[in-house]
């Protein structure tokens, strides 16, 4: 049996590790993209792709994330009170994120529609509803989960 301060030392190590890692991908990830930006733009036509794709990406991120909730759902068998909280919010906030993305590639294609260009002039809004309802959601749900064991508590059993 390892003392505790070992315990405390790899845990350590390992939350700081977790956080170096983290932000070593997302410096490679934005490193990546503008490598992928400066050859597709010397390429014709395909600038025009790589916009679109930096459009939707967001959004199917946050489509990932209702994905990831929506199979924590189905794998909780607490039939509580929380739990029906949660898939709304999951429906709205998904329903939220597929009329913005739609409102996004419209923008994208310029269509000269007043929601649309609000939504041009204003995009900020529906990443930030996107965030608090994806947030709120998780939260609803965490709170319908039965009390896990502390992580020492899981080693001595």
Not at 6 to 14: E, I, N, P
Not at 33 to 57: C, E, H, M, R
Not at 59 to 65: R, V
């Amino acid at each position: 049996m390892e003392d505790k301060f070992t315990q405390y030392f790899k845990l350590f190590w390992m939350i700081l590790g977790s956080f170096v890692a983290f932000i070593a991908v997302g410096i490679i990830v934005f490193y990546l993209l503008k490598l992928f930006s400066i050859t597709f733009f010397n390429i014709p036509g395909w600038d025009a792709v790589y916009q679109f794709v930096v459009t939707i990406f967001p959004y199917l991120f946050f489509f990932a994330g209702y994905y990831y909730l929506y199979n924590k759902v189905r794998q909780n068998n607490n039939g509580s009170m929380a739990i029906v909280a949660g898939k709304i919010l999951m429906i709205a906030g998904s329903l939220a994120c597929i009329a913005s993305m739609v409102m996004a590639v419209l923008a994208w294609l310029k269509v000269k529609w007043a929601p649309v260009v609000f939504f041009d002039k204003h995009p900020h809004y529906a990443f930030i509803i996107q965030v608090i309802t994806l947030f709120t959601a998780a939260l609803v749900l965490a709170t319908a989960d039965p009390k896990e064991k502390n992580w020492m508590d899981r080693k001595q059993d």
